[in-house]
């Protein structure tokens, strides 16, 4: 079971914290987004041994994703949200390692958490 918690309306210029967090191990958890009308994309992971990182090009630099190894708990920290950055925010985790995670298969998803950025 992965499981979400934060998310939020906030203005242009906030910040916002997203958690995740498995009931198993998992090689990485993932960070996804889904805006309106658009296809779910991308947007950080994490490695949860070894603590690498990868990041969408849209957010390197304002988004960090990080794990809390006391917690069990995988973070995304969103700065200077934008309005494009509006959507159902996802994680998910994988069993399979891979040095990309850009492109490894996430198989255990959660609920999803609405990010709201007002202009």
């Known amino acids: 079971q992965v499981v979400q918690s934060g998310g939020g309306l906030v203005q242009a210029g906030d910040s916002l914290r997203l958690s995740c967090t498995a009931s198993f191990g998992y090689y990485a958890m993932g960070w996804f987004r889904q805006a309106p009308g658009k296809e779910r994309e991308f947007v950080a992971a994490i490695a949860w041994r070894a603590g690498t990182t990868d990041y969408a090009d849209s957010v390197k630099g304002r988004f960090i994703v990080s794990r809390d190894v006391y917690k069990d708990t995988v973070n995304l920290q969103m700065t200077n949200l934008q309005p494009d950055d509006t959507a159902v925010y996802y994680c998910?985790?994988?069993?399979?390692?891979?040095?990309?995670?850009?492109?490894?298969?996430?198989?255990?998803w959660g609920q999803g958490t609405q990010a709201t950025v007002s202009s």
């Open positions: 998910a985790a994988t069993l399979t390692s891979s040095r990309n995670l850009t492109i490894v298969t996430y198989t255990y």
